[in-house]
């Protein structure tokens, strides 16, 4: 097929597409208003689907403002580098905020984030695994939902002995039910009807598995950043056993877990390291 064939199939095709995007666009600025609490009830419904409600007495945290970071980035990007070794001093609130505010903060009015993701998606949740359990990041609350009491830390490394010291880990979920959306089906529904070979169903599927990797990696950056100008050990992950991970956090058929950042003060003295 030629590319001006092509184009004039795709132009038919979206055009014929257009009352439908009207159509949701409407419905979607209806629903704006309770989208904030109706997501909450979702998330909440989720985790105590999949999690139980034995520890209901503790179910939301709301973090503190994020602070500000006044490292230039120059210095960042100079200073930005793995640390292995940690405090077991566990991270306070207010650093957990800014480092989560840094990873999938909401920075502006459309609810649209401190990184990007394709497509607008923002499929990658993150968990929290600390002494006190597993709990899940909600940007649109800034805060945190409780999901299970275990600490599971350890369980996330393979063999590295100084990481099972860290106070904290964010595992970063892509969700891939999160990248059905109108743009996304839209665009398979051109790719089906185009039959071009450079946008074939299957080469939009190659590009949401893309996309989703890259989309968690973007955050790991930014935790990795804000944790430099805050003077805190980060290590970025994928040596864990995925499964295991997905298993711990009863991750759904859709969800996997891409990367950790395992994050702590730095140790005080050299025996942190090997307590
Ligand atoms: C995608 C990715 C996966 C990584 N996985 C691990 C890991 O499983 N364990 C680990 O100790 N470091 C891991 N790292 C950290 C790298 O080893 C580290 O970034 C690299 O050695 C370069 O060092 P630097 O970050 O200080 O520049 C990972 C880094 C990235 C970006």
């Known amino acids: 097929m030629s590319a001006k064939k092509a184009f004039s199939d795709i ?8 009352s439908e995007i009207r159509r ?8 704006i208003g309770s989208r904030v609490e109706d997501l909450m009830a979702e998330v909440m419904a989720k985790v105590e ?8 007495h503790v179910i939301f945290r709301a973090l503190p403002e994020p602070a500000e970071l006044g490292m230039t980035l120059s210095d960042v990007l100079r200073a930005r580098a793995t640390q292995r070794t940690f405090s077991d001093e566990p991270l306070s609130d207010q650093d957990l905020s800014t480092l989560l505010w840094a990873a999938d903060g909401i920075n502006r009015p459309n609810g649209r984030r401190t990184t990007p993701s394709a497509l607008d ?41 100084t990481l099972h010291i860290a106070p904290v880990h964010l595992v970063f979920v ?7 959306t109108f743009l996304s089906r839209l665009g398979t529904k051109v ?12 080469k939009l599927e190659e590009m949401r598995t893309r996309s989703m990797i890259i989309d968690a990696g973007v955050k790991v950056q930014a935790v990795y ?38 994050l702590g003060y730095r140790p005080n003295s050299i025996l942190d390291a090997f307590r």
């Open 24 to 31: 949701e666009f409407s419905e979607r600025v209806s629903h």
């Open 121 to 161: 998606w923002r499929e990658i949740d993150i968990y929290v695994l600390k002494a006190n359990g597993i709990w899940r990041w909600v940007p649109e609350k800034h805060g945190l939902i409780f999901c299970h009491l275990d600490d599971v830390r350890s369980e996330t490394i393979l063999a590295e002995p």
């Open 174 to 180: 892509a969700d891939k039910a999160k990248t059905d």
């Open 11 to 18: 132009s038919r095709t979206v055009s014929g597409l257009t």
């Open 225 to 262: 950043m804000a944790a430099t100008a805050m003077g805190l050990s980060c290590v970025a992950r994928t040596g864990f056993d995925r499964e295991k991970v997905e298993s711990l956090l009863r991750l759904g058929s859709e969800e996997s877990a891409v990367a950790i950042a395992t």
């Open 49 to 56: 689907k999949r999690f139980g409600n034995e520890d209901e």
């Open 191 to 202: 790719a089906a009807k185009v039959r071009h070979e450079s946008w074939s169903v299957e």
